[in-house]
């Protein structure tokens, strides 16, 4: 993945970041790994879910006390519309803080204010997989979406267990504010145009199995859905 910082013509207070990835992403699908027409990271990734081979035992651990702050299927906050953010403050950026940290112990590329309970349009993200990329933090996000669409496997830090396929716009133009308030203007393609889509959606309380086959919808919910315990 290259970085490089780039001023938007049309407005030249905002810095505009242009993320092009150029080494082969591959999706887990079915317990095999399969190519995706996505560029970049070495690694499997699923959507929201990254996968970075075996963690060792104190990296399990703080998984797993990560995901217990996530919200999951079917809590009904995962199904509300985020509100626009409108006090940039010391609250706002320890919140994004602690998202941050959250993500990166859970494994996850991003991670929404909503999966933690908070219905504010906020959402952080990792762009990539290249050292000294550092999370980033999206506020009240708008989307421009590229012509151009693919289909590839996302799982999601609030659907344990799930996978299921996607189709998303390959590039992405995305223009919100920072934690500080600042302008952020990003020009997005692969797999962190498909992260931006994943986690705006969760701020409009849209969630993968809404946007994948009726097959794959039942499949999912089979999975996440609770088993009801039989008593003799």
Not at 130 to 140: D, M, Q, R, S, Y
Request: hydrophobic share 40%; charged share 30%.
């Amino acid at each position: 993945m290259r970085t490089g910082s780039v001023r938007d013509p049309a407005n030249p207070s905002a810095t505009s970041r242009v993320f092009a990835h150029v080494r082969p992403l591959f999706f887990a699908h079915g317990g095999h790994a399969r190519k995706s027409k996505l560029r970049a990271v070495s690694e499997e990734v699923e959507g929201q879910v990254r996968v970075d081979g075996e963690l060792d035992a104190e990296a399990q651990v703080r998984r797993r006390l990560a995901l217990a702050q996530v919200r999951q299927y079917p809590d009904p906050v995962l199904r509300m519309r985020a509100r626009e953010v409108t006090d940039f403050d010391d609250e706002l950026r320890a919140l994004v803080t602690r998202m941050k940290q959250l993500m990166q112990d859970a494994q996850g590329v991003g991670l929404a204010a909503t999966q933690v309970g908070i219905i504010r349009r906020l959402f952080v993200f990792v762009p990539g997989r290249e050292e000294g990329l550092e999370p980033i933090a999206v506020v009240n996000p708008v989307l421009e979406l590229g012509s151009e669409t693919d289909l590839d496997d996302e799982g999601c830090l609030s659907m344990q267990g799930v996978t299921v396929p996607v189709e998303r716009a390959t590039t992405v133009t995305l223009t919100a504010k920072d934690e500080k308030g600042d302008d952020l203007r990003l020009e997005l393609e692969g797999l962190a145009a498909r992260i931006v889509q994943h986690e705006t959606d969760h701020l409009d309380g849209t969630l993968v199995i809404d946007r994948t086959d009726d097959a794959s919808r039942k499949e999912a919910l089979r999975v996440v859905r609770p088993r009801p315990i039989l008593v003799a």
